[in-house]
């Protein structure tokens, strides 16, 4: 089997895997897997409403996905992703409360510039660190996501004016010219949540693929993410495109942010824990293996497994239960050389019958 069909193969097995063992975990716990999945996909394709929730989760899922994709190709592991998209988020919010008569195409560009700094900024400085001090970029990225936590939360309690908050814990809404809803989406799906987000999402998946592999700055990424050394031994810088790489990821979980805040929830509220999304996001990437292209059709599982998990209730099955499928997924995915070497047996198996 070619490597572009491994490609192509192992996350597809993956997911047949990770479905089978939650579907044998599912067994042993005395549920039905079939009738659990069959209400699963029921529910996630059966209403147009649905079809729009799922195109909704998409949006940010994509873009903090190919913030992920970009740090990875540059060798760095960013679990940063939820506190970079929360910055985004709150950044842009406060921004979208503080000027709600701006006319609307500009107040939903500043939103955009404004989260992807906030994002961008909150990237930069774990890239620095590593580049000048060599410090984990895990450590320093999980760090970060408690610090953009707590502090995120401080300021929507005690920063934001009065008017521009509902309760001590929750803003008010953003005003319609700062939504990223529009009432043709609406009325196409039945009034979901579908927003233009999901445009910004497959535009910024042409953009990264274009700048991975089609541009210098793409190449020294790549080449970085290789090997350091010998790239700084062929002329190019590796702490710029350390730096580099950790912007353009922040920047793309900053507007990952942004969509979910002013799409999905059109405000900003003080949060528990890190963004799920942010988590949700490495995983997408994870099972596209970090492919632009594919990172659309995984969003769109994940996606699918979201909208659809209530409907495992029909047959008696918690839904948190589609988490152990995904993890199950990941894990498979996280495994991949022992499907690879499985394929490459198989192959040299079939020519050495012949």
Known sequence: ?????????????????????GAIIMFIFGYDPIWGYEGLFQVAFGSLKNWGEILRSMGPLILIALGFTVASRAGFFNIGLSGQALA?????????????????PLLIILTILIGML??????????VLRAYLGTSEVIVTIMMNYIILYIGNAVIQNAFAKNLKQSIDSSIQVSQNASFRTEWLSQLTNNSRLNIGIFFAIVGIFLIWFLLNKTTLGFEIRSVGLNPNASEYAGMSAKRTIILSMVISGALAGLGGVVEGLGTFENVFV?????????????????AANNPIGIFFSAFLFGVLNIGSPGMNIAGIPPELVKVVTASIIFFVGAHYLIERYMIRSKKTVKGGK
């Open 271 to 287: 949060q528990s824990s890190s963004l799920a999304i942010g988590f949700d996001g490495m995983a997408v990437s994870l099972l």
């Open 1 to 21: 089997m070619s490597k572009k069909a491994q490609k192509i193969a192992v996350p597809v097995i993956s997911v047949l895997l990770g479905f089978l063992l």
């Open 118 to 127: 906030a994002g961008g900024i909150a990237g930069a400085i774990p890239g």
């Open 88 to 104: 985004g988020w709150i950044s842009s919010t406060w921004f979208a409360l503080s000027h709600p008569n701006m006319s609307r």
